[in-house]
DNA sequence: CTTGAAACGGTTTGAGT
DNA sequence: ACTCAAACCGTTTCAAG
């Protein structure tokens, strides 16, 4: 759930191929895939558990069209907090499972959260909960009119 | 890659249970999962085609820890667009494989983008290609210190 | 629309290299 | 660390309910 430990990790061909595959369609068949690479299914199965194993692979999803499951209202909050807590309120705000995204920036506010909900009333009890907590200072909220893209797939190499 | 049609979809306690598991885990077993459910694994194979089919499931993906692949650099970038040519503008910008989300606003800014990059050169051109933009009045860009949470997945049901 | 059963295809293991 | 081959497991199809 959380984004591990930063430090960087060799891959050589095969393991980009493999999680590009991965990453377009996570159930591809290693088999298949094997075929055209010209290696057997087990290497790409045994490449498949090192990557997991080493966090490069964090796990395999669905992606969903929330708008279709009712979780139309996306919203952009922005956070100040105090300073001497901002590593607990992320932790805590990170639990919250309609928070997709936590980050910590620099500027006039701290932390920027997107968060998803099915309604304003939703939105509207989760802000009055940051509120409430007394490390928040302030906070700003964006609401989303449109979802032109949301795709966690960056072209890698 | 385009968020599509906002017409909500009706499903049932399989398609739930279905749902949440792919969540999960993309690659989980159906004959496993049928099983535990007492259903066929034909039906849920029927199941998943048809969620497939309506745009529910948008597709199943690798989730990357994309700083141990050298993508260090994760910005969020606001976009003041002459409001004519917003539409245009998210679509090329959409079209980017370093951008992430794309999000139409109301407020000071029209745009809110996420976007991944593995040096501040390679954000930097990416910004100065934005500033190029006729389109683009202005930008305010957010450099993230720290990803504590980004997981595409929002508890449903 | 669901099922059982068969056919097909995919994953995983382990011995050998 | 990779391969082959076998054993095992999973998906998909389809005729029938």
């Known amino acids: 759930m959380f984004v591990s430990s930063k430090k960087r990790v060799e891959l050589d061909d095969v393991d980009k191929k493999l999680m590009i595959e991965l990453l377009r369609d996570a159930r591809t068949s290693l088999r298949r895939l094997a075929e055209e690479m010209n290696v057997s ?13 080493e966090g490069v692979v964090r796990g395999f999803v669905a992606l969903l069209d929330y708008t279709k499951l009712g979780y139309t209202l996306t919203s952009i909050i922005m956070v100040k907090v105090d300073g001497k807590h901002i590593v607990e309120f992320e932790k805590e705000v990170a639990n919250s499972p309609n928070v997709v995204s936590v980050y910590d920036v620099v500027g006039d506010y701290d932390v920027i959260l997107i968060a998803k909900f099915r309604d304003t009333e939703e939105l509207d009890t989760f802000l009055k909960q940051l509120l409430k907590n007394p490390r928040v200072e302030r906070t700003f909220t964006s609401i989303v009119l449109n979802t032109v893209k949301e795709d966690p797939r960056v072209r890698i190499i």
Chains 1, 2 share one sequence.
């Open 41 to 53: 299914p087990a290497t790409l199965h045994n490449r498949m558990n090192r990557l997991i194993q």
